[in-house]
């Protein structure tokens, strides 16, 4: 009789891309409902259920238990055993996955991870983790079969790995991450096709990989690029193509933002204002009175500058960086939310006083793109959510690189786009957007500053503080851009350069800021590893082979 498979439910370790390993963490709200899909599927299989073999750790047992409950007839036999646990991560266990990656590096981390001689720092072997998963099948799970029982599986990623290599008669040396999904039911068969997809997956989630690892730089480099090619071609990009252009990565990238957080987060929206009061209240403060003291161009867009809401990358960047992911998740929408409305209370003061509304269409124009870039893709996430709950957890876990690799191109498009197509050559131009970097770079570090100063006044969970760090110094530049395009149309002889020089400072600024958070996580694994006597992270020593 055969025997079914299931990866536990979206955990909250998942949702908040950490290692949790032996650690146990609850299912998410989406986990549970994955569940409950998970358990339609599993009747759909139309056979009785003989046998659930179950992990002992609290997110498979949920995932196990939502499902017999749910059963036509409940299975005569429940097995919970710790030799289905994942694996022991070691000083990884509990830390963010990103970050991991980000500070030993693509080989190193394969090499920990994804190798058959593979063990991570004070956790478990590959080869120990093969050997109980074979030893559990062979002797437990195949006189099980042999005896025409129907048996589920409820374990974890790694796990169910080893069940596919075995079944499949995959060598110990040609292992690699197969990417198993939350809470979708998979047979012998689907495990056999899994270990022995075409070398081109494997190379697929390489790339997402080196994706997650070199994100910022990729983002950089492809700003310089952008700047490069439109000097050599010299095309110059209408406004409106521009926000038209920068909107699809913006939305694809909100979109796996979205995707991933539970909606039920979002309660509390407003109540993110506190924690960074003070600093919003003088940033507010300075933006309105510029807005109402001069009606210059200049002091228009510094103004913008200062009222701007996160980025809606802030949440992306939190989950990279390891920070609570809830919290930027909250702020950037009420910001993005709220703080129109402050403008437009301010724009309608300034007509008071006879000022002629030029703000206006640029502030239409703001709420397009927020609209295209964060309403429309969050109302397709929840969506999503709600209808397929097992295929939202799969884009989430294993595509949200795509979203990620939106960056990318949006900063060539930008910097293309900014770049005037006359070149840089002109009387004044290279100084003035030098001039405009060095200004745009002193206000961002006056925002870091800022922000470090609140939290001396208010201290938060690190979590929580890292996302305050990033919701506070990573502005919506796109909307600024989008709003100083209205405002200072760009012509093909004269194209601004004050939008080219914001936008290289922030591309710029966000692979020096990972630079600085990875100095400070490579340190801590280094004294967790120091403190526990174990190898250096890049000279781990190889094991032999399983048998």
Same mark, same amino acid.
């Given at each position: 009789m055969p025997l079914f498979f299931l990866r536990h439910g979206e955990s909250h370790a998942n949702e908040q891309n950490r290692f949790a390993g032996r650690l146990d963490t609850p299912l998410t709200e989406l986990g549970l409902r994955q569940?409950?899909?998970?358990?339609?599927?599993?009747?759909?299989?139309?056979?009785?259920?003989?046998?659930?073999?179950?992990?002992?750790?609290?997110?498979?047992?949920?995932?196990?238990? *939502?499902?017999?409950?749910?059963?036509?007839?409940?299975?005569?036999?429940?097995?919970?055993? /710790?030799?289905?646990?994942?694996?022991?991560?070691?000083?990884?266990?509990?830390?963010?996955?990103?970050?991991?990656?980000?500070?030993?590096?693509?080989?190193?981390?394969? /090499?920990?991870?994804?190798t058959h001689t593979g063990v991570p720092p004070g956790g478990e072997s590959w080869a120990a983790m093969y050997r109980r998963t074979a030893d559990y099948y062979n002797s437990v799970l195949m006189p099980a079969d042999r005896a025409g029982r129907t048996v589920l599986i409820v374990a974890h990623k790694y796990i169910l790995e080893m069940f596919a290599l075995i079944i499949a008669g995959v060598p110990p040396q040609e292992y690699r991450d197969l990417k198993i999904p939350n809470a979708r039911p998979l047979g012998e068969g689907d495990l056999r096709r899994i270990a022995t997809a075409p070398a081109a997956a494997g190379l697929l989630n390489d790339f997402g990989e080196v994706v997650e690892i070199r994100l910022p730089l990729m983002a950089a480099v492809a700003a310089v690029l952008g700047v490069l090619l439109q000097l050599l071609v010299g095309v110059q990009v209408p406004p409106w193509a521009f926000s038209s252009m920068s909107a699809v990565p913006l939305a694809i990238g909100s979109f796996f933002v979205m995707v991933r957080v539970d909606p039920q987060a979002h309660r509390g929206t407003l109540g993110s204002f506190r924690l960074v009061a003070p600093l919003l209240l003088v940033r507010l403060t300075l933006g309105l009175a510029l807005l109402w003291t001069d009606h210059g161009l200049p002091t228009e867009l510094a103004a913008l500058f200062l009222l701007l809401p996160p980025a809606v990358i802030a949440p992306s960047l939190s989950l990279q960086w390891g920070g609570d992911y809830f919290f930027a998740v909250r702020h950037t929408v009420a910001a993005s939310l709220t703080l129109p409305v402050l403008l437009l209370a301010g724009i309608a003061l300034l007509e008071t006083d006879g000022h002629p509304g030029s703000l206006w269409p640029a502030l239409t124009m703001y709420a397009a793109v927020l609209l295209i870039s964060m309403l429309l893709p969050g109302l397709g996430a929840r969506a999503l959510r709600g209808r397929g709950p097992i295929r939202a957890g799969s884009l989430s876990t294993n595509w949200n690189w795509v979203g990620d690799l939106a960056?990318?191109?949006?900063?060539?498009?930008?910097?293309?786009?900014?770049?005037?197509?006359?070149?840089?050559?002109?009387?004044?131009?290279?100084?003035?957007?030098?001039?405009?970097?060095?200004?745009?770079?002193?206000?961002?570090?006056?925002?870091?500053?800022?922000?470090?100063?609140?939290?001396?006044?208010?201290?938060?969970?690190?979590?929580v503080a890292r996302d305050i760090f990033i919701t506070q110094n990573t502005p919506n530049v796109f909307l600024w851009l989008t709003m100083a395009a209205v405002?200072?149309?760009?012509?093909?002889?004269?194209?601004?350069?004050?939008? *080219?020089?914001?936008?290289?400072?922030?591309?710029?600024?966000?692979?020096?800021?990972?630079?600085?958070?990875?100095h400070g996580h490579t340190r801590g694994l280094e004294k967790t590893r120091q403190s526990i006597s174990l190898p250096a992270l890049r000279e781990q020593p190889e094991l032999p082979e399983p048998a």
């Open positions: 569940a409950l899909q998970a358990s339609e599927r599993v009747a759909a299989l139309d056979v009785r259920i003989d046998e659930v073999h179950v992990s002992s750790l609290a997110r498979a047992r949920q995932t196990a238990d *939502l499902i017999i409950g749910r059963l036509p007839e409940p299975p005569g036999h429940l097995t919970v055993s /710790d030799q289905l646990v994942e694996r022991d991560f070691g000083i990884f266990s509990g830390r963010n996955k990103s970050l991991v990656k980000k500070s030993i590096g693509f080989a190193a981390y394969t /090499d920990f991870f994804h960056l990318v191109p949006l900063a060539f498009i930008t910097t293309f786009a900014l770049t005037p197509a006359t070149g840089l050559g002109q009387p004044g131009r290279a100084t003035s957007l030098l001039t405009v970097m060095a200004v745009t770079g002193t206000g961002l570090v006056g925002l870091r500053l800022a922000s470090m100063l609140v939290q001396r006044l208010r201290p938060s969970a690190a979590g405002l200072a149309p760009a012509t093909g002889s004269h194209p601004s350069v004050s939008g *080219l020089g914001v936008a290289l400072v922030f591309f710029l600024t966000i692979y020096l800021d990972e630079r600085v958070v990875l």
